[in-house]
């Protein structure tokens, strides 16, 4: 590892306490020009004793704005302390866990996964219309039916085609038969260049695909592509569940990889990651936005600081081996429930190395699923499957109460 290490409370405080000094002091400092300001202290008590042993709460306070790309030429200078804090976060993920070479890497900390895959669909869209000259209707989307919503959102968006490609039921693998017919029909159509998402971890399954299904195909067509991969769920579990993973920067064909803090992280709701390789982001930059001291390359523009601070925050408390350790507790807990439903013969999906397990709706009682809060793959319509995340509030207790109620609902059945 070269920068992730783990600190000590003192040492985060402190480090948090200079950053925000770097930074403008809107409560003190005499700034005109800008239309921002420290959080409204009437009514979020800036002066409340607490704050001095809350240096997130400290940030959100100050209220600095992250505008920007920070690893990309200049950035408003009123924010460096807490900037170069999300460059951290952005050296650990990129380098350390995603295995990019140093200052390889252009990226930031979005307001969400959804942004951070929009992201990368404007940014591959505009490179093949700035290189190749592409029209629209030459462009498409390739991915599974089990991605995330935010590649229908995008390609809505972008006016793009959206390649959907159905995946096995029982293995949530890519139909690679399927695959290939739709880029054939796809080229017959006039497609030429091709934005791949490859899914590490779907939201509903938590299934992996592997990228080389799709580029395989692209590459015996001689297509052009770029290949973006979709951690937004597993980017914070798979790499420390899976050591032999292949899944990252050493892999010359993927571009960029995006992250959700919000999840496995448990940051603050609305804290995405995005990180590509360098030379791509360049492609979405927004000339017209002159009085942005550096350049504005991201969808949202202005963005909180503290969001960047409090991953920080999160990351150089656990440390690497504090994280792998976190995770692996997960890891034992869903095979735990795995183990139990095997035992009662219920049918499931499960990635090994993640923490969603997916269960056949048939044996599961509406009733129980809304006790539990467990997920359904659709509400609009006849449900097939149920999802459990074993997130860090979900321990064995729980498990074990919940497969005991399924039990006792599976025998009324058969007496019934």
Not at 94 to 109: C, L, Q, R
């Amino acid at each position: 590892m070269l920068y992730w290490k783990k600190l000590s409370q003192t040492d985060r405080k402190s480090k948090i306490h200079n950053a925000l000094f770097e930074n403008v002091n809107f409560a003190k400092d005499i700034t005109l020009g800008y239309p921002a300001s420290k959080l409204d202290g009437k009514v979020f008590y800036d002066d409340a004793p607490f704050l001095k042993e809350a240096p997130t709460l400290q940030t959100y306070v100050a209220n600095p704005n992250h505008i920007g790309c920070h690893t990309f030429g200049d950035s408003e200078s009123a924010f460096s302390g807490t900037q170069e804090m999300e460059i951290e976060v952005l050296n650990v993920l990129a380098v350390d866990v995603f295995k990019a070479k140093p200052n390889s890497f252009d990226g930031y900390i979005s307001p969400g996964g959804t942004e951070a895959n929009i992201q990368a669909l404007w940014m591959y869209r505009n490179f093949f219309q700035y290189k190749y000259e592409a029209t629209l209707d030459q462009i498409a989307i390739i991915a599974s039916e089990d991605t995330h919503y935010s590649i229908p959102k995008g390609a809505n968006l972008l006016q793009l085609e959206w390649l959907k490609i159905p995946v096995d039921f029982e293995t949530r693998k890519i139909d690679s038969q399927a695959l290939e017919i739709t880029i054939k029909k796809a080229m017959t159509n006039g497609k030429k260049y091709f934005i791949i998402v490859s899914n590490m971890g779907t939201t509903m399954f938590g299934s992996v695909d592997n990228p080389e299904d799709f580029t395989v195909i692209l590459e015996k067509y001689s297509l052009e592509y770029k290949l973006h991969i979709d951690g937004a769920y597993g980017g914070f579990v798979y790499p420390f569940s899976n050591e032999k993973s292949i899944i990252n920067f050493n892999n010359p064909k993927i571009s960029s990889i995006t992250i959700d803090a919000h999840k496995m992280l448990q940051a603050p709701y609305g804290t995405g990651i995005f990180i590509c390789r360098k030379g791509l982001i360049e492609n979405v930059l927004t000339k017209e936005a002159a009085y942005v001291e550096g350049m504005d390359l991201t969808i949202c523009g202005s963005r909180s600081g503290a969001n960047a601070v409090a991953v920080w925050m999160i990351l150089f408390t656990y440390g690497p081996n504090g994280w792998y350790e976190k995770i692996s507790v997960l890891q034992m807990r869903t095979q735990f429930l795995c183990n139990q439903l095997d035992q009662i013969g219920i049918r499931y999906f499960r990635e090994p190395f993640l923490n969603i397990v997916t269960l056949d709706a048939e044996n599961i009682p509406k009733e129980l699923a809304i006790k539990y809060h467990l997920v359904p793959e659709t509400h609009q319509q006849k449900n097939d499957w149920y999802k459990i995340v074993v997130m860090h509030h979900v321990e064995v207790e729980h498990l074990t109460t919940f497969i005991f109620e399924l039990k006792e609902s599976l025998l009324c059945l058969k007496k019934n």
